[in-house]
């Protein structure tokens, strides 16, 4: 039993990441780090100055950032941080350092971190979040399970129950390696290890990326009756991961509808221009470890808010949202006066974690410019 438990547990983290990031349309808002972005560096470019010039400044010519040398320059760092050489840049876009800190933030989702070797892997946590190989490869980077914990004993629960993924790591290691070059100045590298290390930051300020279950009303009970019994586990995998699924994206969908086609209008317009109050915090290491302790705190909520927001038809089977996100009526969600209660109830812990994406970002970006 514990080992048909652990291969259900396996395969549902596994095969619900795989295909949250398989080749179907993407989602949006903490995804398409650039839609918050813009948000947040509309208080960030005021608080934090930058120590080469100001943000709106065109970029310096330098032929290091020029196609083919660029690549030559990324395959370095890339060896040396354990990246995926064939990982796709589109920072390269950019043309004002403003640009570059908000396009940056959005590279990791082209490929930096799919299909990297055993070694990049030492603890095999692709093994329990996505799998080895394809798009669902790079979740270990992006996600971070800290493991069971008694004091949260629902929100955290997770098989195996030890941490899994590499995002505290990961953001100190960039983000340290993002400061020397300021440092030493090299402002335009600099800068985009930054934004990949925002990138990271940000995943960790939604839910979804620090519990394997928002919310146990996710599971679907019924599958637990298929029929044969043989194939029972196989269906609950399968039946799990697409509920789960269904719910990320329309969480994340419902969050980049209402952030980028609202506009002034958006629900969280407020959310990013006050803060929330201090990160005591004396690293990225420690910083990233807050979000995620302050992420799982409010999963519970989250999961259950959605739920009662959305509506439990996402468990139906014929439905499956990153296949067919028009499944989602967005447009309803944001305005229908039906709904009104329980999206108050998820807009303010969303509002919550987007004031937290903000927080964070400008305290590490502080950090990184300080002499």
Request: charged share 25%; aromatic share 10%.
């Amino acid at each position: 039993m514990r080992r048909a438990f652990l291969t259900f547990a396996q395969g549902t983290a596994a095969l619900g990441f795989s295909l949250l990031l398989s080749g179907v349309p993407s989602a949006h808002a903490w995804y398409d780090h650039v839609v918050v972005m813009k948000w947040i560096q509309t208080r960030l470019e005021k608080e934090v100055p930058l120590p080469v010039g100001n943000w709106s400044d065109a970029l310096p010519s330098d032929p290091t950032n020029e196609p083919p040398r660029l690549r030559a320059r990324y395959s370095e760092i890339a060896s040396l941080l354990l990246l995926q050489q064939r990982a796709e840049l589109k920072s390269a876009e950019a043309k004002t350092y403003s640009e570059l800190l908000r396009i940056a933030a959005e590279d990791p989702d082209h490929g930096i971190d799919a299909d990297l070797p055993d070694s990049a892997d030492p603890s095999d946590d692709r093994r329990f979040m996505g799998g080895t190989k394809g798009p669902g490869s790079q979740g270990f980077r992006h996600m971070y399970w800290s493991g069971w914990n008694w004091r949260n004993p629902i929100s955290t629960f997770q098989i195996p129950t030890h941490a899994l993924g590499q995002s505290p790591d990961r953001i100190d290691l960039l983000a340290n390696e993002a400061r020397d070059k300021i440092r030493k100045g090299d402002s335009v590298w600099g800068l985009r290890l930054l934004g990949w290390t925002l990138h990271y930051l940000q995943d960790l300020t939604q839910p979804f990326h620090t519990v394997q279950f928002p919310s146990l009303r996710m599971t679907p009970l019924s599958s637990f009756l298929f029929w044969p019994p043989t194939e029972i586990f196989s269906h609950v995998i399968q039946e799990t991961s697409r509920v789960v699924t269904n719910y990320h994206w329309a969480y994340e969908g419902y969050a980049r509808y209402a952030l980028l086609e609202a506009g002034d209008a958006s629900p969280f317009k407020d959310c990013f221009k006050t803060s929330g109050g201090s990160l005591l915090v004396a690293s990225p290491r420690d910083l990233a470890l807050e979000v995620i302790d302050r992420s799982i705190k409010r999963a519970p909520v989250v999961g259950s808010s959605l739920m009662d927001f959305v509506g439990t038809h996402l468990k139906e089977s014929e439905v499956n949202i990153p296949l067919n996100p028009k499944q989602v009526d967005n447009d309803d969600l944001l305005k229908n006066p039906n709904r009104e209660a329980a999206r108050v109830r998820l807009n303010a812990e969303t509002c919550e974690s987007f004031r937290l994406a903000t927080d964070a970002s400008i305290w590490l970006v502080r950090w990184a410019f300080a002499k």
